[in-house]
């Protein structure tokens, strides 16, 4: 039986498998699903550039899937992971949807929801941060230095 740490771990593994994606389509390399009692609802990364919309962030995309899929605005039973901290709008989104657990890989040190001085999460939803850092982290890394050259 795998412990809650595994079982994390195997999640943020899908994300990343999103934000391969988006790297492959040319996009920021950000991946996120959505979990409905370990079953995996949503799965979604940054289409900013293919759709030309700058809210397309895989955290709002994966958002409205899993609001579609549960027929339900809410989505306190249900945890999003996404492999970059979230920016103030999709963190925002994310309170609305009342998500009840946000796990994030990468802390964005610019744009992340954490640079503000605010609660933006809603007030019940656990935030956990770190989980698989370094590979998230590497990937958008190499993302922007190939972009650079």
Known sequence: ?????KID???????????????????VPVGAIVVCKKTIIAKAHNQTEQL???????EMIAITSATNYL????????????TLEPCLMCASAMMWAQLGKV?????????????????????????????????CGHLLTNFFRKKRK
């Open 1 to 5: 039986m795998l412990n809650d740490q």
């Open 9 to 27: 771990e195997y999640f943020m593994q899908q994300a990343l498998q999103q934000a391969k994606i988006a790297e492959e389509n040319g996009e």
């Open 52 to 58: 030309n919309d700058v809210t397309a962030h895989a």
């Open 71 to 82: 027929n339900s605005k809410y989505l306190n039973e249900c945890t999003i992971y996404v």
């Open 103 to 135: 796990v994030y890989g990468a802390t964005d040190l610019k744009k992340g929801f954490n640079n503000y001085d605010i609660q933006v999460l809603h007030k019940n939803t656990v935030c956990e941060h770190g989980l698989l850092e370094s590979e």
